[in-house]
């Protein structure tokens, strides 16, 4: 399994309710998350996210859009996206 993944597309709520993105579970072998690929997010796709963060802390996300640090910015999650994260 490889130890990058990327997200790519529409991080927002219509998407993460088609179930279109991978379930929290499988990132468990994951050790970066690619996020350069996220063209549009909302505070669902935030909430992703930090769920997968959360459920699995050593994971680090790379390439973070300008979009996804304003927004984690303002939910006062921005820590999630640093280098060090959870560590």
């Not at 993944?5 to 379930?23: A, D, M, W, Y």
């Not at 973070?64 to 280098?83: A, Q």
């Amino acid at each position: 399994m490889s130890e990058l993944r990327e997200i790519t597309g529409n991080l927002v709520l219509s998407e993460l309710s088609k179930q279109k993105f991978p379930h929290i579970k499988t990132y468990l072998d994951i050790k970066k998350i690619d996020l350069q690929g996220v063209k549009t997010i909302d505070s669902a796709g935030i909430a992703y996210l930090a769920q997968i963060k959360s459920t699995h802390s050593n994971i680090q996300f790379v390439n973070i859009t300008e979009k996804i640090s304003v927004l984690s910015e303002l939910y006062g999650i921005d820590f999630l996206f640093t280098e060090r994260g959870f560590q």
